[in-house]
């Protein structure tokens, strides 16, 4: 759809009429897949960070199923006493599993500290805080990762033991680390993010690694096959750039956009201000305008179909359409179960996403 010219969703889903996909295709992209038992009927993908990207994630699959593929940014990951971590995955595969500390917005509901207590007492430094369960998936994970096994094959097996429905795909099984330049010099993302607690201003980021990454065979597969894709509230700098900057993705979108495969943005910026997290801060010292979903929308240009912004920043409506965007303006507030599956709805009707298939 990158030729449409900008109109209302409902004006451009009524005139793409109906292209449903027949039974017999839905088993052809299914088998594409690679996955037998995916239940037949329209797939998605969705770029996330970490837990905006979550909280769609959970909307969308409540629709989806087993059907929602998760292309999740793994430039946050890091090592701390020996283990690999990987918060935005562990944020959305919690999320998806229904036992996410929804208090925090990252992290296991119900946890204990009592092992962090004790690398404490072992003089190790504790300020990026693990807690007693959240540390079984990464000792399970750096076990089989230091054996050799790849990241995708890991996190799908911690997945579905978990009983999630849907996919996550790390973006690359490559490690790459996203890093910021402040005044005090160049940060690992996590001692910019909990260690200084976001405060330093962000002045450049980079990726180390990320020349030497590739999109993995199951996230070309997903875009090959997937009647939509949906970029998360996340952070256009930190979340949603890493996944992009991967080679092998951007090439993978625009196919699919080539084909009539639609991509639909959510502002992460309502009102001027970051949902969570300091994208709002970003804006102004990366790319040096105000913080609006205007400035989010920019980031999107050229990739990107359709706009979502909250309704209270409804007027800026004609600045995005003014981008080239067809525009949604709807609640984004995600605060609860009911809210994450109407979001989801709203955008899988922009996508001209049906339980059937495409529209
Ligand atoms: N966020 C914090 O603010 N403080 C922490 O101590 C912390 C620990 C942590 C451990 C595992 C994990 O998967 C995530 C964790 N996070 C913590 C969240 C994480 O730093 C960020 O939310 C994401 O990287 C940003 O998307």
């Known amino acids: 759809m990158p030729e449409a010219p ?115 007492r072992y003089g190790e430094e504790t300020w990026f805080r693990l807690g007693d369960r959240d540390l079984a998936t990464h000792i399970v994970r750096t076990r089989r990762w230091r054996d050799g096994e790849r990241m995708t094959a890991i996190a799908l097996d911690l997945q579905a ?78 979340s949603v750039a890493p996944i992009l900057a991967v080679p092998g993705i951007r090439g993978a979108i625009d196919a699919a956009r080539a084909r009539g495969v639609p991509v639909a943005a959510i502002s992460g910026i309502v009102g001027g201000r970051a949902i969570k997290g300091p994208a709002d801060r970003m804006i102004a010292s990366l790319a040096g305008e105000s913080p609006t979903a205007v400035a989010v929308a920019r980031r999107y240009v050229g990739w990107v179909d359709i706009f979502v912004l909250d309704e209270v920043d409804a007027g800026l409506e004609a600045q995005v359409r003014d981008l080239g965007f067809v525009t949604l303006v709807t609640d984004t507030m995600m605060v609860d179960d009911p809210t994450r599956a109407r979001l989801a709805d709203a955008v899988l009707a922009a996508l001209a996403i049906t339980p059937a298939g495409r529209e």
């Open 161 to 238: 033991a978990l009983g999630v429905a849907a996919r996550i795909l790390p973006m690359t099984d490559a490690p790459v680390r996203t890093q910021v330049r402040t005044d005090q010099g160049w940060l690992d993302f996590q001692t910019y993010f909990v260690g200084r607690h976001q405060e330093p201003e962000v002045l450049e980021v980079r990726f180390e690694g990320i020349g030497s990454s590739r999109a993995t065979p199951e996230v070309v597969a997903a875009f090959e096959v997937t009647d939509g894709i949906v970029v998360a509230p996340s952070n256009p700098f930190v």
């Open 6 to 120: 900008p109109e209302s969703v409902a004006a451009q889903t009524a005139a793409q009429g109906v292209a449903a996909q027949t039974a017999q295709g839905v088993t052809a992209r299914t088998a594409a897949h690679g996955d037998a038992a995916r239940s037949a009927g329209p797939l998605v993908v969705e770029l996330a960070g970490g837990v905006g990207g979550a909280k769609l994630a959970h909307g969308l699959q409540a629709h989806l199923g087993d059907r929602l593929s998760v292309v999740v940014n793994t430039g946050d990951d890091l090592e701390r006493h020996g283990l690999l971590i990987c918060p935005d995955h562990d944020t959305v595969m919690y999320t998806l599993a229904g036992i996410d500390n929804r208090e925090w917005g990252w992290g296991i509901a119900g946890e204990t500290f009592v092992a962090s207590e004790m690398l404490a």
